[in-house]
């Protein structure tokens, strides 16, 4: 990598030098000669004649072992590692444009390293549309799962009598009886979330919603922050 050799990156934190590259677009430009070079070393190992018989079935398993270790990798990633909770403070990137974006804003990572880079950087660019999409995903596994949606609303029914007698008789005063409600109300809600499988469509929204955001992190392409406009800022 150009940059560990660089003297400046041992003077200031990660997180910011980081920031620095992202802002200055050399993390776009990192992913791109990436790319390209992988590209260029492959047909060059295509490219000898006198091998030109053999090469193209060894070449065929080797690309193929390569791009299993690259999604082999992504098992052993942790792409929340580098979110911060100003990630979700922002607006939301537009949808279709920044997001979805366009059939050649998606290409296969050329390596792990490239990999990691995408899935780090597009987590924290997109992080409220992947919270949004876990949204969705968990509604619909409610639609598919009725008894599990009828046990969630009585849990947060529950909880708002709760709220509504401890606020009309000032439960406050009295500690002890209190503290009985409380595991009483903790106890019927854990009953009702266990019976109505309640986490059996939370795990569900989250295999889903964890699968789809680390596999569009990895294969979209890196662009420059400035590219991605901010929904509400039209013209």
């Known amino acids: 990598m150009v940059f560990a050799s660089n003297p400046l990156a041992l003077s200031v934190p990660e997180p910011a ?10 993390l776009e430009v990192l992913d791109h000669n990436t790319s390209a070079t992988t590209t260029t070393s492959s ?13 193209p079935a060894s ?46 804003s998606y290409s296969f990572p050329s390596s792990s390293a490239q990999a990691r880079l995408r899935v780090h950087e597009n987590v924290k660019r997109y992080a409220r549309n992947y919270a949004y999409l876990f949204i969705l ?3 619909c596994a409610l639609y598919q799962m009725p008894i599990a949606l009828v046990g969630l ?8 009598f709760f709220k509504y007698f ?3 008789w000032q439960l406050d005063q009295y500690p002890i009886t209190r503290q009985c409600l409380l595991r009483l109300a903790q106890c019927v809600t854990a009953v009702i979330l266990i019976y109505s499988n309640v986490q059996v469509a939370l795990f569900c929204a989250l295999s889903v919603s964890y699968a789809s955001m680390i596999l569009h992190a990895a294969f979209r392409k890196l662009t420059p ?8 800022r039209g013209r």
Do not use: H
Request: a negative charge; one cysteine or more.
């Open 17 to 26: 030098f980081e920031s620095w590259l992202r802002d200055s677009g050399y």
């Open 43 to 55: 047909s060059s190992f295509t490219g000898d004649p006198s091998t030109s018989a053999a090469t």
């Open 59 to 104: 070449g065929f398993f080797v690309s193929l072992f390569s791009r299993l270790a690259i999604l082999f990798s992504l098992l052993t990633l942790n792409p929340l590692a580098k979110l911060a909770a100003e990630d979700f403070a922002g607006d939301t990137p537009s949808w279709s444009r920044a997001f979805v974006g366009f059939s050649g």
């Open 137 to 139: 995903f968990f509604a």
């Open 153 to 160: 609303i009585s849990c947060l029914a529950i909880w708002d």
């Open 166 to 168: 401890n606020d009309k």
């Open 225 to 232: 922050a400035k590219q991605l406009p901010p929904v509400g």
